[in-house]
């Protein structure tokens, strides 16, 4: 069982992720991200989840970067549903990947959904 920390910039359809062996190794690290990009964070971050979620329900798109974990069975194709994410305004993925790349190296993984 893996756990993946992921970011994605959901108008383009990219995204970037990191693989981990254990909770232990992901959860603090996604909690110094959540340190990391406060100053990103919008001041109500459940509306603008709430908001942008909808957003993409009824258009289909959404300018915002995804940052969440997830548990991975390399095994099955599911994957399990988010243990956290967080949702920033688009315009700061590219710094956002530069600082995960800087803290964690190059991302194991580079998604096009």
């Given amino acids: 069982m893996e ?9 383009d359809k990219k995204g970037y992720s990191w693989l981990f062996e254990s909770p232990e ?7 110094d991200v959540v340190e990391t990009f406060q ?7 459940d509306s ?9 329900e009824e258009t289909g798109s959404s ?20 243990y956290k994410e967080l949702w920033y305004d688009g315009k700061y993925f590219d710094d956002i990947l530069e600082i995960l790349t800087d803290k964690l190296g190059p991302p194991e993984n580079e998604q096009f959904d």
């Fill in 39 to 45: 100053h990103y964070e919008v001041d109500n971050m």
């Fill in 48 to 56: 603008f989840i709430r908001e942008k979620k909808k957003e993409l």
């Fill in 3 to 11: 756990y993946q920390l992921t970011l994605r910039l959901v108008n």
């Fill in 25 to 31: 190794d992901t959860m603090p690290l996604f909690d």
């Fill in 63 to 82: 300018h915002t970067a995804q940052i969440d974990v997830t548990k991975v069975e390399p095994r099955a194709i599911i994957r399990s549903a988010s």
